[in-house]
């Protein structure tokens, strides 16, 4: 079936990095997604990586994928207070076209 | 001018209401889906139009219709609103659907139905 995994919560000082993780089951995703949401706010897609892909920056975000053990990372370089959200990972299988999300992970940065 | 957009942002109805929730995206995308999200934050998906087709059906209550005019449109009827009914709804699109050329999905900034 289709699952997808994250921890709850991270905690990170302002300025380091980032690192949240996520695991999914369904292997015959094609794209996996990363979404930003903030408090009351809808979900901004921040990045996408083609499964055929093992990594992908753009700027301060790097997103990692290892697709034999089914586990996707986003990585948030120098992260700023602003980066305080929820980060959703999703899978999007190419049997269902649908988006599958993970639980979210709220990253709080502190000063 | 916003991508996809819903409306309204905010509804607040008693049990029992018939309620809408409209939703529209000027990108020229195929495919729409509405997605529901839960006090917890869990993320689900409901419908999906493309081309004015639905595709996808989830489990969900026969109260909730989605209707789709145009492709640019896909909005959400509600009858007899219940209490469980109180959520996040997002509206979302994409250029086509997966096997297309669909790899982006984009959402409205959601529309929050609470219902006392």
């Known amino acids: 079936g289709e699952d997808v995994e994250q921890s709850l919560f991270l905690s990170v000082r302002e300025g380091d990095s980032s690192v949240i993780n996520c695991t999914y089951t369904d292997s015959s995703s094609t794209y996996l997604y990363w979404y930003k949401q903030e408090p009351g706010a809808g979900l901004q897609l921040l990045t996408y990586i083609f499964s055929n892909m093992d990594m992908k920056q753009d700027q301060r975000l790097t997103v990692l994928l290892n697709k034999k053990d089914k586990h996707l990372s986003l990585r948030i370089a120098d992260t700023q207070t602003g980066d305080s959200a929820i980060y959703f990972c999703?899978?999007?299988?190419?049997?269902?076209?649908?988006?599958?999300f993970g639980t979210g992970t709220r990253l709080q940065v502190f000063p | 001018d916003t991508a996809v957009s819903q409306t309204p942002k905010y509804l607040v109805t008693q049990m029992g209401n018939d309620k809408s929730i409209k939703c529209e995206q000027n990108l020229g995308h195929d495919t729409m889906y509405w997605y529901k999200q839960d006090s917890k934050k869990f993320l689900k998906i409901m419908f999906s139009?493309?081309?004015?087709?639905?595709?996808i059906n989830e489990t969900v209550p026969n109260r909730f219709s989605p209707k789709s005019p145009d492709k640019a449109h896909l909005n959400l009827h509600i009858n007899s609103l219940e209490l469980g009914d109180s959520a996040v709804y997002f509206c979302a699109s994409s250029q086509d659907s997966v096997r297309g050329s669909g790899n982006t999905i984009y959402f409205g900034e959601g529309s929050w139905l609470t219902v006392v």
């Open positions: 999703a899978e999007r299988s190419y049997n269902t076209d649908k988006l599958i």
């Open positions: 139009y493309n081309n004015k087709e639905l595709i």
